[in-house]
């Protein structure tokens, strides 16, 4: 016990998991690929994988890593966030509760694991009972908009993740709503750095679907380096969530790794992670500790 454990929710973008699986690969005990076992996305459509993408997997896979996990994923009776937590918490319980349980979807390319993990080890003592001690772990986003020729839009202000649990008292997808400790862990999120055609695929089949704003297409499709200090509120829910556009003018991980501590707008100072971390142990210094999952999930599989 006490091992990384690292799942993936593999679904119709599986393609871009060769970008996000070779980062944790060497840090990782195992690597979880959670695939509904008829190929069916949380909105219950349909879709295929290349056969070429499990010949990637073995090629890559040297120590003998990675597990494909299939199982009914998908509830016709639920919502698409519905069938996302009871996802999660199948596949947590697959990983082995007494590890690490870091769970990331494939448009997530961490860029410094070996960072996360560390700070990880220093809390090893809470999978001794962690259902008496849950904790999960939060780093930050940085949004990927829009892959260009010569570089990515950004979204020029970090936004809060959940990477990890000891727990996987999944309340809605990863939050256990359990005391969360903060690292400046970043993480490259590619959620709509696509082909139009892949993004309007995405959105087809996600969750919010039937959320999104009636703008968001439109500034996304407009967007360039020359024109993007211009183009505001860009989220696909609440635009203003998103208020302004960055850009990269490499999109190469290192190059940008050295780029995300000078950028004043990107990096988390160490005053703000104190500052969450007493929050977060002081509002939960004397909660009362609540049941170990909604059963509402569990009784409609």
Do not use: C
Request: no cysteine.
């Amino acid at each position: 016990m006490k091992k990384i454990q690292v799942g993936f929710l593999m679904s119709y973008d599986y393609e871009l998991l060769k970008k996000s699986i070779p980062p944790v690969y060497e840090l990782a005990d195992t690597i979880f690929l959670a695939l509904d076992h008829k190929k069916r996305t949380w909105s219950g459509n349909y879709f295929e994988v290349d056969t070429s993408f499990y010949k990637w997997i073995k090629e890559i896979d040297v120590k003998n890593k990675i597990e494909i996990y299939e199982d009914d994923f998908y509830v016709s009776s639920l919502e698409g966030m519905q069938n996302d937590t009871r996802e999660r918490f199948m596949l947590a319980n697959k990983m082995g509760i007494g590890n690490w349980l870091i769970q990331v979807d494939s448009d997530e390319i961490f860029i410094d694991f070996k960072k996360f993990v560390k700070k990880l080890r220093k809390y090893d003592s809470f999978l001794d009972n962690p259902k008496s001690n849950p904790i999960q772990f939060a780093g930050f986003h940085i949004n990927v908009y829009k892959y260009l020729d010569e570089g990515m839009l950004y979204i020029n202000k970090p936004t809060k993740l959940l990477l990890a649990t000891n727990y996987p008292n999944y309340k809605y997808a990863k939050n256990t709503k359990s005391r969360i400790i903060y690292d400046d862990t970043y993480i490259l999120h590619e959620g709509l750095a696509r082909t139009e055609e892949e993004l309007l695929l995405k959105l087809d089949n996600w969750s919010h679907k039937h959320d999104i704003n009636a703008t968001f297409l439109e500034k996304w499709r407009m967007a360039n380096k020359d024109n993007y200090h211009e183009i505001k509120d860009v989220f696909y829910l609440d635009a203003s969530i998103w208020p302004e556009l960055g850009y990269f003018p490499t999109s190469n991980l290192d190059a940008i790794k050295e780029m995300l501590y000078d950028d004043s707008s990107l990096a988390i100072s160490k005053t703000k992670i104190l500052s969450k971390n007493f929050g977060q142990w002081f509002k939960h210094l004397f909660k009362k500790k609540k049941s170990y999952f909604e059963p509402y999930f569990i009784k409609h599989s």
